[in-house]
Nanobody
Framework: QAQLVEAGGGLVQAGGSLRLSCAAS????????MGWFRQAPGKEREFVAA????????YGADSVKGRCTISKDNYKSTLYLQMNSLKPEDTAVYYC????????????????WGQGTQVTVSS
């Protein structure tokens, strides 16, 4: 059974950095496109970034471009999100997700989801 487990969240001051990870198991990680999404309190879940199965194509939301980098290590079956210059508005629960097919912002097209990791950015 597929499982995604996020880690690396926490409390950080504005301007700081965090590196989130997502460990995958139970499916062939290298065959799947991966994505990061987030959900802030009282808001709908939104797309953050996605990466193709081989890692050659990445796609990010305008709100994080230039500040966040998505990457994946197919040997370790792990997805990463490096977040720099964090802002209070980045505060949210961050989820990783997996799908077969091309990277997309459309969360309904992702098959597997993790439970999320909390990121809190203080001002």
């Amino acid at each position: 059974q597929a499982q995604l487990v996020e880690a690396g969240g926490g409390l950080v001051q504005a301007g700081g950095s965090l590196r989130l990870s997502c460990a995958a198991s139970g499916y062939i990680f290298s065959r799947y496109t991966m994505g990061w999404f987030r959900q802030a309190p009282g808001k709908e879940r939104e797309f953050v970034a996605a990466i193709s199965r081989g890692g050659g194509t990445t796609y990010g939301a305008d709100s994080v471009k230039g500040r966040c980098t998505i990457s994946k290590d197919n040997y370790k079956s792990t997805l990463y999100l490096q977040m720099n210059s964090l802002k209070p508005e980045d505060t949210a629960v961050y989820y990783c997700a997996a799908r077969l097919g091309e990277p997309t912002w459309r969360e309904a097209l992702y098959t597997y989801w993790g439970q999320g990791t909390q990121v809190t950015v203080s001002s």
